[in-house]
C-alpha cells in the first residue's frame, strides 16, 4: 500500500465575533478565524481574520507564495485580517480568493473594496502587488483548485448567507462548518450530506446548549449540536470552533471536560494546533 500523502490542517485563529487577546485566552487563542489546509505542497486558506497576519509572516519567509484562500462569509471578523496579509504587497506572490455566499448581489472584489475604503482605511485594495484574482461561484458548486484536491460547498445558516466547505484529498477528508445556526426540528440536511462519513468536522460551537436560547438568531451553534450532528452524518472526529470571546480559557477547559465525557475523542481547537485527519 502506497503512503498517504501530508493532509491536515493548523488554526491560526478560532475566536469568533472579535479577537480577544489577553492572559485569560493564551491557551487557546485570540485571533479570529483562519485555517491553513495542506494537501500534499498545495496550500489552501479558509477565512481571513485577524490569525491571516501571522500566517501571511510565516510564508513570506517561505519565498514565492502560489495558494487560494477560501472565504465562509464576509463578515468583519472572516476578513479583518485580509489588509494586513503581507504576501498582498509581494510581486510575484499568486493568490486567489474565492467565495460562495454573494451573487448575485455582490462580487468578492467589490467587498474588498469596501473594507479598505477611506475614511475605514488608509489605502485601496489597488496597492496590492501580488497577482490576486478574485472568483465568485454558486453555493453548492463543486471547486478542483488543483489536481486531486476537490472541494464540495453547501450553505450554511447565518445571516447574510455563508458557505461551508469539504475538502478531499488522497483518500480522507476536512470539513469546515462556521458560522452556521442549527435548527430545532432536526438537523440540517445540507450539512449532514456534506460531512457523511467525514474525518475531520470543523463546526461553529459558539455557544453551549444552555447559552443558546439567548442567542437564537444569532447564527451560531453549540458544541453539543456539533456532536449530535456529527453522529447523524457518520463523521469521525468534531472539533469545537469559534469560540465565543467571553469564553476564558478556563471555561473552554471545562467544554473540553463535557466534550470529551460525551464523545470521546472530541477536539477543542486551540492557535497553532495541526490535526491530520
Excluded at 191 to 197: E, K, R, S, W, Y
Amino acid at each position: 500500500m502506497a503512503d498517504q500523502q501530508e493532509f491536515n490542517v493548523t488554526f491560526w485563529g478560532v475566536r469568533g465575533s472579535i479577537a480577544c487577546p489577553g492572559p485569560e485566552t493564551v491557551r487557546y487563542g485570540g485571533n479570529t478565524s483562519c485555517l491553513e489546509v495542506m494537501c500534499g505542497d498545495r496550500r489552501l486558506i479558509f477565512d481571513g481574520g485577524t490569525g491571516l497576519r501571522k500566517l501571511g509572516g510565516k510564508l513570506v519567509a517561505q519565498g514565492p507564495l502560489d495558494t487560494d484562500i477560501f472565504f465562509t462569509h464576509s463578515h468583519f471578523d472572516h476578513v479583518c485580517g485580509l489588509p494586513f496579509f503581507i504576501p498582498f504587497f509581494i510581486p510575484g506572490n499568486q493568490i486567489r480568493l474565492w467565495a460562495g455566499h454573494l451573487l448575485p448581489e455582490n462580487t468578492l472584489q467589490h467587498v474588498l473594496i469596501e473594507l479598505m475604503i477611506a475614511p475605514l482605511f488608509p489605502v485601496p485594495p489597488d496597492i496590492f502587488q501580488a497577482d490576486v484574482t478574485y472568483n465568485n461561484f454558486n453555493c453548492g458548486e463543486v471547486i478542483t483548485p488543483c489536481d486531486g484536491v476537490t472541494i464540495r460547498t453547501a450553505p450554511l445558516n447565518h445571516p447574510n448567507r455563508a458557505t461551508g466547505y469539504r475538502i478531499d484529498f488522497d483518500g480522507r477528508s476536512i470539513c469546515y462548518l462556521t458560522d452556521t445556526e442549527h435548527f430545532e426540528d432536526g438537523p440540517d440536511r445540507n450539512l449532514l450530506d456534506l460531512i457523511a462519513g467525514a474525518d475531520l468536522v470543523i463546526y461553529d460551537s459558539c455557544y453551549t446548549d444552555e447559552e443558546y436560547p439567548r442567542f437564537k438568531g444569532f447564527g451560531h451553534s453549540t458544541w453539543q449540536e456539533g456532536i449530535r450532528l456529527v453522529e447523524a452524518a457518520g463523521a469521525k472526529t468534531l472539533v469545537i470552533f469559534h469560540h465565543d470571546p467571553s469564553h476564558d480559557d478556563d471555561f473552554m477547559d471545562e467544554v473540553a471536560r463535557q466534550a470529551e465525557a460525551a464523545r470521546p475523542g472530541t477536539v477543542v481547537a486551540r492557535e497553532g494546533m495541526t490535526l491530520r485527519p
